[in-house]
């Protein structure tokens, strides 16, 4: 069964470094998504991308954010000066959008993001 | 906008009793429900879905869910469970016509303990 990838795993970094988690889609999906978890919280919608531009963005999603589909087929999500508070996992997701209905999101097993 | 409330955020039972787990969401649109299982260390996986049709919608393991529109509710229900269900269980919501990039918001998750 098609996969959603999601590298690495798990990164520790420094306050203030810049992370990039990749993600690689289904390859005949059309929307891709980031969403994430603080430990012990629920799942937040981040962005979703679509026709190679952002389609919407949470307020989360503030100018550190930034998301890049650089080759047609990885899906990245950058930020750019971590905070203590970017400490979540990470979860990548994309949908067919089949248009008949049967529209489910499908989601990478997470990157896990700790900033000491 | 949609919210997602599940109203236990940890259910423990002994293996082979039922068990129900608790959904009720808030939208003014039409919407999609869906329940999504995260096993521990891993990533979200789709358990069920309800997009149109019969009310009541089954998972391949056991798991059933209810669409009860005039209660605002997806319960999801399991006759007799398993050591194997422990896992953490999200309710989602998404917009039906689209018009929300298909986006899911989540409810804070419930952590159902099955002890022998």
């Known amino acids: 069964e098609p996969e959603v990838t999601q590298t690495p795993s798990h990164q520790v970094t420094q306050m203030g470094q810049e992370v990039i988690l990749r993600c690689v889609p289904i390859?005949?999906?059309?929307?891709f998504y980031w969403y994430r978890q603080i430990l012990g919280q629920k799942v937040e919608f981040l962005v979703s991308?679509?026709?190679?531009?952002?389609?919407?963005k949470s307020e989360i999603f503030d100018d550190q954010f930034s998301v890049e589909r650089p080759d047609g087929s990885n899906f990245t999500l950058k930020i750019r000066s971590t905070k203590l508070e970017d400490s979540a996992m990470y979860f990548c997701?994309?949908?067919?959008?089949?248009?008949?209905?049967?529209?489910?999101?499908?989601f990478g097993a997470g990157s896990r993001l700790t900033v000491l | 906008a949609q919210s997602v409330t599940q109203l236990d955020s940890q259910v423990p039972v002994f293996e082979e009793a039922p068990v129900e787990l608790r959904c009720n969401y808030s939208?003014?649109?039409?919407?999609?429900l869906f329940w999504y299982v995260q096993y521990p260390n891993q990533g979200l996986q789709l358990l069920l879905k309800?997009?149109?049709?019969?009310?009541l919608v089954e998972s391949i393991n056991g798991f059933e869910a209810e669409f009860n529109k005039s209660q605002t509710s997806f319960h999801l229900r399991k006759p007799s469970v398993h050591i194997s269900d422990t896992a953490e269980y999200f309710c989602?919501?998404?917009?039906?016509?689209?018009?929300?990039?298909?986006?899911?918001?989540f409810g804070k998750g419930t952590l159902l303990t099955v002890n022998p």
């Open positions: 991308f679509y026709n190679n531009e952002i389609s919407e």
């Open positions: 997701a994309s949908l067919e959008a089949v248009f008949s209905g049967a529209n489910v999101l499908t």
């Open positions: 390859s005949n999906h059309l929307y």
């Open positions: 989602a919501v998404s917009d039906n016509s689209g018009g929300s990039n298909y986006k899911l918001t």
């Open positions: 309800y997009l149109s049709g019969s009310t």
């Open positions: 939208s003014s649109v039409s919407v999609y």
